[in-house]
């Protein structure tokens, strides 16, 4: 089937199978878990558990990064678990949110309440806390102030719609962004990256941005039929009274004008990609980084002026996914595909389209930063080698798949 939806692309087909046939996996990073202690080795195992998608793309990471990003993950996964439990009631939930980060620092602190399906990680929080204790003090400092305002941020939007475009931002930024702002200070204080690239929060910020909205948007249909609502009410009451109203047909044209205003409204953090991922200087870290970026851009290419955005699931073709992800291992080749599916949107905007002028002028200035020499010139030295994505192939393959809404922080870890 997934060959069958590949036909009329040979090169997809080649990478599928690939792909299929394992030909990278011999060259996928091995762990020593000799070296490490039983609660190290026990918090790998709780990240392979809890995330298929990122258990590989962090072990992929080089050096002592790979600890850190692994236990980041962990405890955001735990802050998650409690936001998502429909079972603990607002009174002791709200607390749970806006204090979790201290408990980082309460060794025998564990939480056996959660109904969720993650819940071990709460359940033996201590295992995970005692070795947030054993990172560095650079490290530590980061994921305890990312933990706090995650936290605060979830507490603040448990009853709360979000109603305007100002308000989606900032939703984003809780439950993404701040994922992306954390991960850039971590990769600085490891030193594989330079400074620059924690400073710039506002960079960090539109990597998670990206990537948080693009899940937003593709799936619509699914967080209707489980009662969650994330487009934004100033989007969408521009074109019906009510949001679930896009999934009836005889709304469609008001649905596809809703959804192409949002799908440009996503594209504008393009550029700020393309800045972000131009200063990294490390290759597991850039790997790391691009993959879901080309993803998103992808997927919101198949998502623009598509009907089935209101009917089913839009997913990438997996023989495309497998084709991004062994591309995207440098600068050059990033905004090339980033440059193919900007030309992809723009050959399918209506004339009718109400967002149309908006669409046009990101598209071109996307198109303008996607060619600029500066950005491939920063990178021209990284030509790396299909073997250094073989982990993130692994990894990154079901980011396509993943419900963003369900478990915000599935999908930010970029």
Known sequence: MDILKSLGHPEEIINLFKYKIGGCRSVMPKLDYDSMSETLRTCYAYLNQTSRSFAAVIQALDGELRHAVCIFYLVLRALDTVEDDMSIPLEKKVPLLQDFHMFLYQPEWSFSESREKDRQVLEDFPTISVEFRNLGQEYRDVISDICHRMGVGMAEFLEKKVSSMKEWDKYCHYVAGLVGIGLSRLFSASQLEDAEVGRDTELANSMGLFLQKTNIIR?????????????????????????EDFASPQHLSSALSCLNLLVTDALHHVPDVIAYLSRLRNQSVFNFCAIPQVMAIATLSACYNNPQVFQGVVKIRKGQAVTLMMQATNMGAVQSIIAQYSQEILQKVSAADPSR????????????????????????????????????????LSWQYMNAAAGHIHTYIM
Do not use: C, N
């Open 219 to 243: 799936d619509y249909l699914e967080d209707q039929q489980e009662g969650r609502a994330f487009w934004p009410q100033e989007a969408w009451s521009q074109f019906a009274s009510r949001l």
């Open 357 to 396: 002028e908006k669409t046009l002028r990101i598209l071109s200035l996307i198109r303008e930063k996607s060619l600029s020499p500066a950005a491939l010139s920063s990178r021209a030295h990284h030509i790396s080698p299909v073997y250094v994505s073989a982990a993130m192939l692994l990894a990154a």
